[in-house]
Structure formats: structure tokens, C-alpha cells
């Protein structure tokens, strides 16, 4: 089941033609054809920030919070802040009793920046540095996840407090190639039962549990018992072999959203009958009492919350080829080569003749979208909407070329 079948009165949102799956829930067509987001013309956002100019929905954004909750309303929400973090995304988080899980120094100021409370704060990251370790212990955040042997001396030796942390741990299931994973110990081997162990041999730290991580962009919800499956059976040794009960299973992120029109997407609601029947099953077959669990959805709650508005600055019709519609973006986010974008007109309304034509950036290895349908007329000075950019578009975007990096509005109805 998705948000709109959640959520029924936002079906109304969107005019026929504009894929309510992708665009953000307020985007609208005007009676001048011009894209709306959040009640405001892009044409006018463009107008006032320049372009390239992402565009963030804040009541997208929460809603997709709220439809989690809805769901999953026995399970712990953290926002994985790396999708799309600044200090009014993670207030909406914490407005909404959403945690922010965290992975630099850089985030973890913002999110404090924000109002997160640090209880609510889980620091990741495979390569955290003892600043890093200092500065998060120091803020008393709620959870370190350990991610590498090193890092459980490092930690031990700079807290003057109890520290609850989570160990990462890679699963065996076919989805994740554990030989090729930075992050986390492996089941195979012993390396997440000896990471468990050395944890616990340290007098300042608390291992509250185990965290997991299996995207990204999962679309089947099954990957996720077999998962449980695998963490409630480590849960279980260390209760035999330490006579230590875990109490917290975090199983992350990674749950797919459409880029494009058809794309799949993981439903919450799938999600939580997965995590239920797993449970239960692997609870009573330990004979383990049911852990708290977590989720850190950031992409599905992020994506499809923003655009980014381009301006049109060169069309090239090759004889016999390809017709190129080049932008004057492209350092605002990370490559799409290869993705499926949605791509629409945002300041007149689309005549019926259209044509494919591939979407590039400025620099040399951009391209924003392949073969997409766009006006056969289009032409320099025109304004583009990319949907889907609210995750890994600002939170990764560059100045290559010595080109700047584009504003971020939020809009809100």
C-alpha cells in the first residue's frame, strides 16, 4: 500500500498528467501551464533564486514521516539526515518525534543546530574520526553504531560515561555481497560475535543492540524478515554465550522510491507486516523477548519531497541523432548517469507534440536524464523540473568547474 492509498484526500493533489508518485504531494499545473509547488509558481521561485534552484516541500516531507508512524506505529523513527539535512529539515524532523541519525561532525552540529534532541541522535559512519567520537560523546547522543575494531578502543578510551552504542552487522542475505562491504562485520567468521565481545569487554560502553543496514533502494519487504531472522539469532547467542539480552534492533534504511513513472517503491505498510511476522517467529523460536525496533528511512522521506529547476541554455537536434537539451546545472547533485529521471516543462503548458531528447548538465560527464519526452519546441530560456532530487541532490552537490552550488527553498502551503 503507498502514501496516496494512506492518505486518500492527497490523491487530488496533482493534475492527471503529473505522476502523483514522483512529484511532491502539492505540486500543481496552473491555468498559465506553469509547474506549482507548495502554492507558489516555479516560474516565480526561479525568478527570485536563479537557477539551478532545488525546491523542497515541507509538507511532503512531513507527511511521509506521519505515513511511516501510521504504519509502523510500534517502531522507532530515526531520518537518515545524510539523504537532505540542514537546520530547518532536521527542526521538521524533530517537530515530528522523528530521531536524525547523523554521519560527520558537520551533521551532527546541524541536527543539534536544529533542535534534535542528542538522545534521538545515532552517529554512523566507517571511517569516524576521534574528533567525531569527542564531539558526539561529549553532546550525549543516544546511540554510536561501531563500525570497525579500531573504533571500539578509540570510543572506549575518550568516555568519562556510560555510552549505549548499536554494532553493525552485514547479514547474509543475497541482496548484500558481505566480502564487498565497508560497513560493518560479517556474520561468516565470527567478525560481528567478536565485535559483539570486545564491546562488552569495555566497562564505558553499553551495547544496546545491533544495527543493519540492506539498501539501497529495497523493494522487497521480504529481505527484511530474512534479515530479523539472522540478527535475533547473533541476539540470542550473545544472550547464551554472555548472558546479556539485547534489547534494540535497528534495521535501517534502503527502501526504494519511483524516479520515474512505474518505478517500485517498498510500502510501509508491507514493511511492518514483514517486521511483525518475523518477530514473532524468530522471538518465539529463541525464546527472546521482543527488542525495540528501528527503522532510518531517508530517501523515502526526502526524494520525492524536492525538485530542482534548471534553465534551459542550449538546444542541440544532432542530424540523425540524438537532440541534446543542455541546462546551466549540474554541480547540485550527484551524476544520474545511467537513472531514469522525470523531467517536465515548468513555465507554459506542454503542447501535444513531443520528442525524446536527453537532458545534460554543464560539465563533461553530466547528464541528467536519457530519451526523455519533452515539447518538440523547446527552446533556450525555458524552465525544467527534475522530480525525485530531495535525497542525495543537495546533501551531495559540488562546486566542480568553480561553479557555485544553487539555493535551497523550502515550500510550504
Known amino acids: 500500500m503507498t502514501l496516496f492509498e494512506l492518505l486518500p484526500s492527497l490523491k487530488h493533489g496533482l493534475n492527471s498528467h503529473l505522476d502523483r508518485a514522483i512529484w511532491p504531494l502539492s505540486t500543481h499545473v496552473d491555468e498559465r501551464g506553469r509547474l506549482c509547488v507548495g502554492g507558489v509558481a516555479a516560474a ?40 537532505l539535512l540542514s537546520v530547518a529539515v532536521a527542526g521538521w524532523a524533530a517537530d515530528e518525534c522523528a530521531g536524525v541519525a547523523v554521519c560527520s561532525g ?155 513513472s512505474g518505478d517500485p517503491e517498498l510500502s510501509p505498510r508491507a514493511l511492518a507486516a514483514v517486521i511483525d511476522a518475523a518477530l514473532r517467529s524468530a522471538c518465539a523460536d529463541y525464546r527472546y523477548p521482543r527488542p525495540r525496533i528501528m527503522i532510518e528511512p531517508g530517501r523515502a522521506i526526502a526524494a520525492r519531497a524536492g525538485i530542482t529547476l534548471y534553465r534551459v541554455i542550449a538546444v542541440k537536434r544532432q542530424p540523425g541523432g540524438r537532440t541534446f537539451v543542455a541546462v546551466d546545472g549540474m554541480s547540485d547533485g550527484p551524476p544520474l548517469r545511467g537513472a531514469k529521471c522525470t523531467v517536465a516543462l515548468a513555465d507554459r503548458h506542454a503542447p501535444a507534440a513531443t520528442a525524446p531528447v536527453t537532458v545534460v548538465g554543464r560539465h563533461c560527464e553530466d547528464e541528467i536524464a536519457h530519451d526523455v519526452e519533452l515539447p518538440a519546441d523547446i527552446h533556450p530560456g525555458e524552465l525544467l523540473a527534475v522530480a525525485g532530487t530531495g535525497a542525495y541532490h543537495y546533501s551531495m552537490g559540488s562546486s566542480g568547474n568553480l561553479v557555485g552550488r544553487p539555493a535551497a527553498n523550502r515550500r510550504r502551503r
Open 44 to 83: 516565480a521561485i526561479a525568478a527570485e533564486f536563479g537557477t539551478p534552484t532545488h525546491v523542497v516541500d515541507e509538507e511532503d516531507f512531513r507527511t511521509r514521516i506521519r505515513c511511516y508512524r501510521a504504519a509502523l506505529p510500534g517502531v522507532e523513527l530515526i531520518y537518515a539526515g545524510k539523504a
Open 106 to 260: 558537520g551533521e551532527l552540529a546541524t541536527a543539534l543546530a536544529g533542535d534534535v534532541p542528542p538522545s534521538r541522535i545515532i552517529l554512523h559512519g566507517n571511517a569516524k574520526t576521534a574528533a567525531e567520537l569527542h564531539d558526539a560523546v561529549a553532546a550525549g547522543v543516544g546511540r554510536l553504531v561501531i563500525d570497525s575494531p579500531s573504533e571500539i578502543a578509540l570510543l572506549a578510551g575518550r568516555v568519562r560515561r556510560q555510552q549505549s552504542v548499536l554494532v553493525r552487522v552485514i547479514p547474509d542475505i543475497p541482496a548484500i555481497d558481505a566480502s564487498d562491504q565497508k560497513f560493518g562485520f560479517t556474520l561468516a567468521g565470527g567478525q560481528a560475535a567478536g565485535a559483539v565481545k570486545r564491546v562488552l569487554d569495555q566497562p564505558s560502553l553499553t551495547l544496546a543492540g545491533l544495527h543493519c543496514q540492506l539498501g539501497p533502494q529495497v523493494t522487497d519487504a521480504g529481505l527484511y524478515g530474512a534479515a530479523i531472522r539472522q540478527m535475533m539469532a547473533l541476539m540470542a547467542e550473545v544472550r547464551d554465550r554472555h548472558q546479556v539480552a539485547l534489547t534494540e534492533l535497528n534495521l535501517g534504511g534502503g527502501h526504494a522510491v519511483p524516479y520515474s
